[in-house]
């Protein structure tokens, strides 16, 4: 079946200092993959994608995310971190099987960060 | 930016009541869709909506649902016979090319079922 795993409920991490936020993904073929945030009510925003090309994928607000066929990954990173990036992050799969743009999402980890 | 929006916010309703839950996305976007997420579980994909017919749904979207693009700027979902279970945040989200990659969510409705 396919899927995707976000394997933390919740990143803590302190001002300034890196962050990762995991994910996985369980799907045939050659997927798409998204990053998504959304901030308290508010909808899903966008925020990086991997199609094909270079691994490491840049987005919005300092993200980047890096993906890894091997071991199935594609970890969203930020090299230092900002009290206003504490959000809750949706990782997402859309299947390569031709059909019309569906998404399959993750849980979903709550980013916090700390002053 | 545009945005999509969605009205309203919050709908309570009783069990077995029809609920319309309206969406206006992108004015230039083609294509549309709907996902719920349940209080505490994933966001899954409902249906996908195309050139005025369903191009794709999940199994979750069954027959007591429904999907309409009633004029040139709404998209609605209706639920015909409301369950408990169908509690959830339900979020519109649209795309201007089928192979665009970038899907623009609405801040969603949460809908109650008492």
């Known amino acids: 079946a396919q899927s995707v795993a976000q394997p933390e409920d919740q990143v803590n991490v302190a001002e300034g200092n890196p962050l990762t936020v995991k994910c996985t993904y369980s799907v045939s073929g050659n997927p798409y993959l998204f990053w998504y945030v959304q901030y308290p009510n508010r909808g899903l925003q966008f925020l990086l994608k991997y199609i094909t090309g270079d691994n490491l994928v840049k987005g919005s607000y300092g993200f980047e995310a890096e993906f890894n066929k091997s071991q199935t990954s594609f970890h969203l990173k930020k090299p230092s971190a900002l009290v206003s990036d504490s959000a809750l992050y949706f990782c997402?799969?859309?299947?390569?099987?031709?059909?019309?743009?569906?998404?399959?999402f993750g849980a979903g980890t709550r980013l916090a960060v700390h002053p | 930016e545009p945005e999509v929006t969605q009205t309203p916010s919050h709908q309570v309703t009783q069990m077995g009541q029809e609920v319309i839950l309206r969406c206006v996305p992108i004015s230039n976007h083609l294509y549309f869709y709907w996902y719920r997420q349940i209080l505490g579980q994933k966001v899954e994909f409902l249906v996908s909506?195309?050139?005025?017919?369903?191009?794709?749904k999940s199994e979750i979207f069954d027959d007591q649902f429904s999907v309409e693009r009633p004029d040139g700027s709404n998209f609605t979902l209706k639920i015909r016979s409301t369950k408990l279970e169908d509690s959830a945040m339900y979020f519109c989200a649209s795309s201007d090319l089928r192979d665009s990659h970038e899907q623009y969510f609405g801040p969603g409705t949460r809908l109650t079922v008492t």
């Open positions: 997402a799969v859309r299947p390569f099987s031709g059909g019309y743009n569906k998404l399959i």
């Open positions: 909506f195309y050139n005025n017919e369903i191009s794709e």
